[in-house]
């Protein structure tokens, strides 16, 4: 059956790990646009900065201090939704982190937290959502990424969590589907996003952290999210450079070549690691910011994501991708 969504000024938005980073910038979107939000993410304080925005340009926002590994916690958002606003009719499964790493460096208890976050957090808030979405109708957006399609080297762990997150999105999906439930289930696959997500992640490397370019402004994926809670897709990725990452692993061969001559360099920052350094892997740290600091040049805007939200403009996409992908595969790396 064809899943009708409502405008988004019609509709009450619950977003995890809304402190910061993609969440917080859809948030506010979503409520300059005219929705009501739900913020949930573990950061008391940067939610507080969040609702005090929103509010103070005329928006109305709930906060729920909540952590997505735990069910329970998942549950009480749904909750408190339900409570302040009568229900929901789009939910955004965003809270995520990451490790970086060469995989054989990263205890395996924080390959586990980083699980239950990253992975389970999805799969408690789908849980809590669709029951509640099947009922009402409305959008189940997924927060996956490009390595949900192609794994890169020193994200391992985040790339496997992407990659559970994709596979469990999929199969849901289908079910609901068979069903004829009337949600539509959405997986966002961004590249690299100036957040402060290279600064909230685990360190095991001898350098900083950084995104590999080219890098995008949250305001491009906070644009995708929002058209999706609009407009059933099946899945949207967020920049070209990342629609050409994940379009490599059809050469995969071509793409190892290509990811060790580049990806090693290209996540570290010509900085030591700090000794004493703070992460979120655990704890809530610096929440309150959209953006983070990549010093090299973010784009604001990707003709491939404009492109692809408009099914006729698609296929010019997909053509320029393919050319890409093709002088990619010629060239020699070594």
């Not at 993410?41 to 925005?53: F, H, I, T």
């Not at 390595?147 to 199969?171: C, E, M, N, W």
């Amino acid at each position: 059956m064809a899943v009708k969504l409502k405008r988004i000024e019609d509709q009450v938005v619950v977003i995890t790990g809304a402190s910061s980073g993609i969440g917080l910038a859809t948030a506010k979107l979503a409520a300059e646009r005219g929705a009501r939000v739900v913020l949930a993410a573990r950061d008391p304080d940067g939610l507080a900065s969040a609702r005090v925005e929103i509010e103070g340009s005329g928006g109305r926002a709930l906060t729920v201090v909540a952590d997505v590994s735990s069910l329970e916690d998942v549950r009480t958002i749904a909750k408190r939704a339900v409570e302040a606003f009568g229900g929901f009719d789009t939910w955004i499964n965003n809270a995520g982190l990451s490790i970086y790493g060469p995989v054989e460096e990263v205890p395996v208890e924080d390959a586990r937290r980083l699980f239950d976050v990253n992975y389970w957090g999805v799969v408690h808030g789908s849980l809590a959502a669709i029951g509640h979405l099947k009922e009402r109708g409305g959008a189940l957006i997924n927060l996956g990424s490009v390595v949900s399609d192609r794994a890169i080297p020193l994200q391992g762990h985040y790339s496997a969590s992407k990659h559970a997150v994709k596979a469990f999105t999929d199969a849901l999906r289908m079910e609901l589907e068979k069903e004829g439930a009337p949600v539509s289930i959405t997986l966002i696959k961004p590249g690299a996003i100036d957040t402060p997500f290279p600064e909230h992640a685990r360190n095991y490397m001898e350098a900083e952290p950084k995104h590999p370019p080219p890098v995008y402004d949250p305001s491009v994926v906070a644009d995708a999210i929002i058209f999706c809670a609009e407009h059933a897709r099946r899945d949207l990725i967020v920049g070209g450079g990342g629609k050409m990452t994940a379009a490599m692993d059809n050469v995969p061969r071509v793409a190892d070549r290509y990811m060790r001559a580049t990806m090693f360099n290209q996540q570290k920052m010509k900085k030591p690691s700090r000794v004493r350094r703070e992460d979120s892997l655990y704890e809530p740290q610096g929440g309150g910011r959209e953006r983070g600091n990549y010093p090299g040049t973010v784009r604001k805007r990707s003709f491939y994501t404009t492109t692809s939200m408009h099914r006729v403009a698609t296929v010019l996409s997909m053509a320029a991708v393919s050319a890409g992908v093709i002088f990619a595969s010629r060239k020699n790396w070594r």
